[in-house]
């Protein structure tokens, strides 16, 4: 898949490890071309894009309109057709979703630095058998599993992945599943 991305625009600086990053999402999600999936703070599809052809459905949510316009033109030149992306802020987004009374098989979340605390209390009422929580900041990220947690979903992956070499900044994903599912 092509994925462009306009000046301003948010996009994971180190090319090879975001292919690591995609790469290991997709194999976490499971994905069987069954599962609706929800990409929170999807940016111009990063994730949405290359996972789309293992769904049957994709919503992303991100509140930059550049972004949302460079995730659309990346629908139109991948010939994708299950993707539907909206302006919004995520948090307003997933408030919307739950209201619908909508549900997603996956969830992916790549909130920025300062994390996610109010919307992931939210997520469980999805109904999500995975969440895939792709982290910039350990302590937010930290925080936030300790919510999942509390809600009844539990860890059962996680790997660090270093995009900024010779920095102390360090990427993550780490896979939440619900805690009955053990």
């Known amino acids: 898949r092509r994925l462009t991305f306009s000046p301003g625009g948010f996009s994971q600086i180190n090319y090879r ?9 997709s194999d976490w999600a499971g994905l069987s071309g069954k599962e609706r999936m929800l990409d929170l703070y999807c940016g111009n599809g990063n994730f949405s894009i290359p996972l789309a052809g293992y769904c049957v459905e994709v919503l992303g949510l991100e509140e930059y309109e550049p972004s949302i316009r460079d995730a659309l033109h990346n629908c139109q030149i991948n010939g994708l057709r299950n993707i539907r992306f909206h302006c919004m802020d995520a948090l307003e987004g997933l408030k919307n979703v739950i209201a619908k009374g909508t ?9 920025p630095r300062t994390g996610a605390a109010e919307l992931v209390r939210l997520i469980p009422a999805l109904k999500p058998a995975k969440i895939l929580y792709v982290s910039c900041d350990p302590p937010t990220l930290a925080r936030d599993v300790g919510i999942l947690r509390g809600l009844d979903y539990a ?3 996680s790997l660090p992945v270093d995009m900024f070499p010779q920095t102390y900044h360090i990427e993550s994903i780490t896979l939440l599943e619900p805690s009955t599912a053990f």
């Open 155 to 157: 860890v059962t992956k």
């Open 17 to 25: 490890q975001n292919l690591s990053l995609i790469a290991t999402v």
């Open 103 to 111: 549900t997603f098989d996956r969830v992916l979340l790549d909130p």
